[in-house]
Structure formats: structure tokens, C-alpha cells
């Protein structure tokens, strides 16, 4: 495999690591809140993180690339409310979104056709991740305080399924 691409991949492994730690400690802030719905709905988004870290080391290790598992930065861990979790959150899926697309971008021009295939499912999730927390955004906006304890039982239900990727 191209090095550029593999240098590309390793970086995206780590990240969704780190991604899976953000939302970890989002998950332990949104408890203090005492909203064990949004506890659970995090507890989700932290499974499918580690879920897209695993699938492309897999996806490395089949290609014959050399996966490098390396540390980072501690994650934040203090957020002013539910909804600034959120927005933090959805800042932190579009860094996600571009890396993707630059993972993209690289394939293209080292026309490695096998890789464009295998990504093109994290094109598809990004989508899906900045909806998900979108809508969560415009849903706590609308509700505030009052209807919190309503979505909370909605965000309760949320459990992880793990996707078929290819
Ligand atoms: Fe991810």
C-alpha cells in the first residue's frame, strides 16, 4: 500500500481512538447531570468510535500495512451544560468528516480503487454522525429544561448495533 495512505490510515485509527476518549469523558459529565438517557446515547457513541478504530486496523493489517498505535492529548473533561457537549461534539465530527475526505482525496490520487471502496462507508457515516448529533442540537435547543427529562428517555432507547461495513 501507497505510504502516503497508510500514513493517512494510521492517523485516522488513532484519532477514532481519541474520539472514543472524548466521548468517554462526555459520558462521565453527563452523568453528574443525573440524565441517564444521554449517559447511555454517549455510552453509544464511544462503542461505535472503537468500533471505526477497529475496522480499519483490520482493514490495515488485511491490506498489508503496519498499524501504529500511538498516545494523545488528555480529553476535555469540564463542559458548561448538555448542549455545549453537543456542539462540542459536533465540531469534533466535522474535524472527523474532513479527515475522512482527506483519507479520500489521498486514495484518489494513488488510485488505490480498493480503499476508495472501503471508505466510502465512513463518507456515508459522517453524514449520518453530524445528522445524529444535529438534530440531537435542535432538539435540546427546543425542549430546554422542561422537556429534558422527555428526550432524556429518548436518548435511552439509543443501543449499539454493530454495522456491516463491507
Ligand atoms: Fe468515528
New binding site residues.
Given amino acids: 500500500m501507497n505510504n502516503k495512505l497508510e500514513n493517512a490510515i494510521n492517523d485516522q485509527i488513532n484519532f477514532?481512538i481519541e474520539?472514543a476518549h472524548i466521548y468517554l469523558a462526555m459520558q462521565s459529565y453527563i452523568s453528574t447531570l443525573g440524565l441517564e438517557g444521554f449517559e447511555n446515547w454517549m455510552g453509544v457513541q464511544y462503542q461505535?468510535?472503537l468500533f471505526?478504530a477497529k475496522t480499519m486496523i483490520a482493514y490495515l493489517n488485511e491490506r498489508g500495512g503496519r498499524v501504529n498505535i500511538r498516545g494523545f492529548a488528555d480529553p476535555e473533561n469540564e463542559f458548561k451544560s448538555l448542549l455545549d457537549v453537543f456542539e462540542t461534539s459536533l465540531a469534533h465530527e466535522l474535524k472527523?468528516t474532513a479527515r475522512i475526505n482527506n483519507i479520500m482525496t489521498i486514495a484518489h490520487e494513488v488510485k488505490d480503487y480498493a480503499a476508495i471502496s472501503f471508505f466510502q462507508w465512513?463518507v456515508d457515516?459522517q453524514v449520518e454522525?453530524e445528522d445524529s448529533f444535529g438534530k440531537m442540537i435542535d432538539k435540546i435547543k427546543l425542549v430546554k429544561d422542561s422537556g429534558l427529562y422527555l428526550l432524556d428517555k429518548e436518548a435511552q432507547v439509543r443501543v449499539f448495533t454493530e454495522p456491516v461495513v463491507k
Fill in positions: 477514532e474520539s461505535e468510535e471505526h472527523v465512513f457515516e454522525e
